[in-house]
Each structure stands twice: as structure tokens, then as C-alpha cells.
């Protein structure tokens, strides 16, 4: 059903055929070249930006050291997510707290551990930062409406109104903080350009409104991630993001342009993966059904809770491709219903698979690997596996 060619090159199939053919099944590969050319790819587009890689997309400590060597910033989330950078020797001003849900002492551990910027979106969490991280740059996140046309939206939770903002800011410098800038995430996986355009249009009127009427000159643009990579619906190359989007920058700001921080995850890392899985079973629910269902090893519980909802889907090949195929519902392995994959969207597979037969999934380098639980039904979390330039296996 899908061409192996348009997402993972002959050479890097190969590769990855070497390196994963003695692997127990669900497991999935990150190919460290990928990422590595992906960064240097969005380097290039943006050449302006600062990028800070969003630890949760793919948290490995292979990609996180490798990144850090190419010259990657960090968005963290959490304590923990710290910890672990911190424990490469990343230095803490290369570190931003994004996560606008914390605890105070969460701030406080933060600051201790020398990390000096901090996102917003409450007042509450404002005073918080004031008190654990005082003088600290603060950001605040602004809500965008732009879920319609993002395969996996990121608002709603987070993010206050542009007025809130501009009171957060001012309020910010009445604390000691330095008010640092504005943050947005458009959504991940966004496929309209267009809504860059709009946030950086609210963006642009908090700094001109800001320094007319508090004399608060903001210094940077946090754009977030929502770049794509690459599933089955088709997304603009990461090139036209950066067109359109330095466009829009130079319309609204034009010599006058903030320092601008992105903050990408899946764009580095989807691309990077190959999750391999074992069919356990092919099973019809009557004697004429039409459809198969398919029933294989790894599943919302162990990597692939991106396909709730079927947000996000991905390419699917087997070593069978290439023959007469029909429809199927791919379920995953628990004793949970919410354990199906795709149902609505109709994948066709070869009319021969059969238990133990192998699907690669394509395109899963990013949410997979941590975005799991641990042991439902006794299935451990995912095994991921590091894939260096020359085929060998990383494993720190
Ligand atoms: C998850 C997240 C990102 C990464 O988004 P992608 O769409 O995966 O690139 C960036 N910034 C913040 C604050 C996030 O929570």
C-alpha cells in the first residue's frame, strides 16, 4: 500500500535491516542520522533561530547527547527530563523550562540547578517563578486557535489570551523578573502554514503595545514545534515553513526581528524511527466478512498512542508488499478495547499475512518510545534501539 522509497532511502533500509534483524519484536529503531541531518536541515532553513529541542519527542540519551554536540538548546518539561540532560554535562544556559504546569518547587530545583528562563501562562505559576527563580527571564504562551489543521493539537491546555499576556508581562517587570518574551506552539503536525501568520501577529502586537505603553521592550519569539514530518497525509518540505514563516517576520517586524527560538521535536525525530511489530493473530469476525482484523505486538499501550483518535497515521509495509491486498482493522495486543489502531481509516495489507509475519511501521521516531505505559497487561514499555551513522548499535 505504501512505497518504502518515499520515506527511508534503499541505504538506510539496508542499514536498518542489518541492525534490527535478530531484535524481539515490538521494537523500535532511531536512526541518529536522520535526526543529525534533520537538524542541520533546519539549521539551514532557519538560520536566524535558536533551536532548543523538545526533550519529549524522543528522549533517548543518544539523540539528547548527539544534539547537544551539533549545537541543539533544549525546551525541558519536567525535573526529570533536567536530571538527564543535566547528566551529560549540557550546560544550564542551555536550558528553558517550557512546561507552563509546574510545581513551585519544581521552580526552585530548576533555579538551583542554574536554568534562568521560564514559560508562563498564569498568574499563579508568575508568582511562583518570582518567588523560587528571582531576576529569571519569563515567557508567556499565548493561546492560538489552530487545532482544525493540526493532526495532533497542543492548545487549549495551555496558553492565555494575548490581554493576559500583556498583564502577565507587566506584572513579570513588577516582580524583578526580566519580561523576556512571547511563546506559541501552533500545534504539532500543522499542516496550514498560515497559523504562524496569525501568532506571530499577536505576538507582534504585545511587543508594540508593551514598549508604548510600559516601556517593556521584549527581546524573542518562541514559534514552538508543529513542524512536520513526514506520515501519510501529505505536509509542505520544511522549506516552505521557513519561507512563509521568515515572510511573515519580516512583514511584522521587518529589520526590527526578535531573536527567534524554535522549539521542534517531532520534525527531528519522526522521520528517524522504524518500529518493527509481529502479527499475533488474523482472525475474520464472521464467515463473510470482508475485512480482516489484524492483530499485532505493539499498540497504543506500548508506543502507539499517536493513532488515538487515528491523529496520526502511519505508512505501514511488510515483507509481503507487493501482491493482492485487501482491508483490515490493526488492533494491538491488550485486553483493551481502546486498543485499536486504525479502524476508520482503511489500511489494506497482503491477503497472505499471517501470525508472524512482520509490519514496519514507518516514521515513528517521535512520541513512541517513552510515550507509553508500563506493563499493562505485562507487555513492557517499547524496547528502542539507536542506530549510529555506520549501522552500529548506541547505546549511551
Ligand atoms: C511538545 C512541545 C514541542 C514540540 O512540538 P513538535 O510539534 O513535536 O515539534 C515544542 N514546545 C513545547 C512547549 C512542547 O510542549
Redesign the pocket.
Known sequence: MFNRQDYVSDSDWQRYMDFSKDLETPNVVINLHTIKMNFLQLKKSFPYAHIYY?V??CPGIPVVRMLAELGSNF?I?SRYELDEVLSLGISPDRISY??TIKKARDVKYFYEKGVRMF?TDSKEDLKNIAREAPGSRVYV?ILVESTATAD?P?SRK?GCHPDMAYDLLVQARDLGLTPYGI?F?V????RDIGQWNDAIAKAKYLFTSLEEEEGIKLTMINM????PAHYIQPSNELDDYASEITRYLDDDFAEDRPMIVL?????LTGDSGIMASEVVLVSRKNNTALQRWVYQDAGKFNGLIETMDESIKYPIITEKDGGKEGEVILAGPTCDSADIMYEDKKYTLPIDLKSGDKLYWLSTG??TSSYASVYFNGFPPIKTYYMGENGENVTE
Do not use: I, V
Open positions: 523538545a519529549k519527542a525546551d518539561a517550557g512546561n514559560a504562551r495532533w497542543l495551555f511563546s506552539h500545534g504539532s503536525q500543522q514552538g514545534g508543529g513542524f522549539e521542534p521535536g517531532r520534525s517521535a512520541y
